[in-house]
């Protein structure tokens, strides 16, 4: 079995795992099943994706620079998930996250996606 690549994650996906990668090269780790999301700045795979030179070409236009990924609070940890837009190819992802369980939410929005994919 291999990875599936698509377009479109819908909002509101509820069951699933899902891998997308944003246009500063950081990549997260959509767990539909237990709503959280896992961000990954400096993501090795995106690094050897860009190395092995097998960048889409929408990807290009977006400007993938797997060094360009910001360090944000929680990196690497999973972040409880309330609300989950659309995630589209060549726009930002728009997630309602509780960081810490403790019932006050924030907003994150990605910079623009540059591949989703369904792992095998």
Not at 30 to 41: E, G, I, K, S, V
Not at 47 to 70: F, I, R, T
Request: aromatic content about 6%.
């Amino acid at each position: 079995m291999t990875d599936q690549n698509i377009d479109v994650l819908p909002s509101g996906t509820t069951d699933g795992r899902y891998v997308f990668i944003t246009a500063t090269g950081s990549t997260y780790t959509y767990d539909a099943d237990n709503q959280t999301l896992t961000r990954h700045p400096d993501d090795e795979r995106v690094k050897q994706w860009l190395a092995d030179g097998g960048v889409p070409k929408e990807v290009k236009y977006l400007g993938l620079h797997a060094d360009d990924s910001a360090v944000l609070r929680a990196d690497g940890d999973p972040i409880h998930v309330i609300d989950q837009g659309q995630i589209r190819v060549g726009q930002s992802a728009r997630f309602i996250l509780d960081l810490l369980r403790n019932g006050i939410y924030t907003h994150r929005v990605t910079s623009p996606v540059a591949a989703i994919v369904i792992p095998a």
